[in-house]
């Protein structure tokens, strides 16, 4: 079935540190693949996507690139922020649309001042 | 995006009893999720709602346990029966709004006693 390997946490950096979290995946055909991003309390918010191999999603300065070959979808920051400190869940959904998500186990990020 | 409520955000309930968490969009929408995020863990899916027809359980859940209502294109309720502290856990819900794409509410955090 398909699943979803996530870099285990948890990950402790400084301010303006560079940041990448691993995600590779298992999966027939083409998935869509998302970073979500779990703050303190709070619910599940939809960080970035891809939905074909080499797309590129990006939002709020992070980046994550849908390698087929490798089946990855790193999560990367060039400068973190003290707002940045979360839990950040790798997933996909299956090739077809309308299916569950199946998420990674989450990698929890803390950045300090 | 859309504006997905749930309600209520937070619980605590006694072992034996019963909680319905009720989950309300602003738009229309065909498919929605019910997952749960047990502590310190991932998020599984229990069940996809879609109105006007049963909902479609997850291997390890069932419908006497987390009975499930999806009266129209707007709402939905999850009820989980006769707790034990196994399921204090978050509930959260989803919805479709474009293909492919699940967008969350902020959770319901129970805890059993």
């Known amino acids: 079935g398909n699943s979803v390997t996530q870099m285990e946490g948890p990950v402790t950096l400084s301010e303006e540190a560079f940041l990448t979290i691993n995600c590779t995946y298992t999966?027939?055909?083409?998935?869509?693949l998302f970073w979500y991003v779990q703050y303190p309390g709070e619910g599940l918010q939809l960080l970035l996507k891809?939905?074909?191999?080499?797309d590129k999603g990006s939002n709020k300065g992070f980046e994550a690139t849908y390698r087929k070959e490798t089946t990855s979808f790193h999560l990367e920051k060039g400068s973190v922020q003290v707002s940045d400190s979360a839990v950040y869940f790798c997933?996909?959904?299956?090739?077809?649309?309308?299916?569950?998500?199946?998420f990674g186990k989450g990698t929890k990020l803390t950045v300090n001042p | 995006s859309a504006v997905i409520s749930q309600k209520p955000s937070r619980d605590i309930c006694q072992r034996g009893t019963s909680l319905t968490i009720q989950c309300q969009v602003d738009?229309?929408?065909?498919?929605m999720f019910w997952y749960r995020q047990q502590p310190g863990q991932s998020l599984t899916l229990i069940a996809t709602?879609?109105?006007?027809?049963?909902?479609?359980?997850e291997s390890g859940f069932v419908i006497d346990k987390f009975p499930i209502s999806r009266p129209n294109l707007t709402f939905s309720t999850l009820t989980v029966s006769n707790m034990s502290p196994e399921d204090s856990s978050i509930y959260l819900c989803?919805?479709?709004?474009?293909?492919?794409?699940?967008?969350f509410g902020a959770g319901t955090r129970l805890s059993v006693l």
């Open positions: 999966a027939t055909g083409y998935p869509s």
């Open positions: 891809a939905t074909k191999a080499d």
């Open positions: 997933a996909l959904t299956a090739q077809g649309g309308s299916e569950k998500l199946v």
């Open positions: 709602a879609n109105q006007g027809s049963e909902a479609t359980y």
């Open positions: 738009s229309q929408v065909t498919m």
């Open positions: 989803s919805v479709e709004l474009l293909k492919n794409i699940q967008y």
